[in-house]
């Protein structure tokens, strides 16, 4: 499964691609929501988790393109924030995310969460 990393923070990136790796899974990485658009065009992730708070282009407008481009409209993208509140879940979930994580993450359930999109 391919997986791609949209986060703009350089450690919370590393922890979560090395984890990830360790687990078998074909990482890529973006460092905002603009490259993290190309990205899901170029590398044809099966998931993407998507920080929600970046720059150049914020992970909910990030969404929103890539729910309107076609070859990559219908990628799974699980929103990670450390907005816990219920409207930062509906405001990811209206974007078109398909689920939601909270920072910090917790890995056994981010990749829970991830496994249940791999089957």
Do not use: Q
């Amino acid at each position: 499964m391919r997986i791609l990393i949209a986060e703009d923070h350089p450690d919370n990136r590393e922890m979560l691609t090395r984890r990830l790796e360790r687990r078998g899974y074909e990482v890529h990485c973006a460092e905002n929501g603009a490259e993290a658009v190309e990205m899901a065009k170029s590398c044809a992730p099966d998931l993407i988790l998507m920080d929600i708070s970046m720059p150049v282009m914020s992970g909910i407008e990030a969404t929103k393109v890539i729910r309107t481009t076609p070859d990559v409209a219908g990628v799974k993208i699980v929103a990670l924030t450390a907005h816990a509140m219920e409207s930062a879940r509906r405001e990811c979930m209206e974007a078109g995310c398909d689920d939601f994580a909270t920072k910090p993450v917790d890995f056994a359930g981010l990749v829970a969460l991830i496994e249940k999109y791999a089957a």
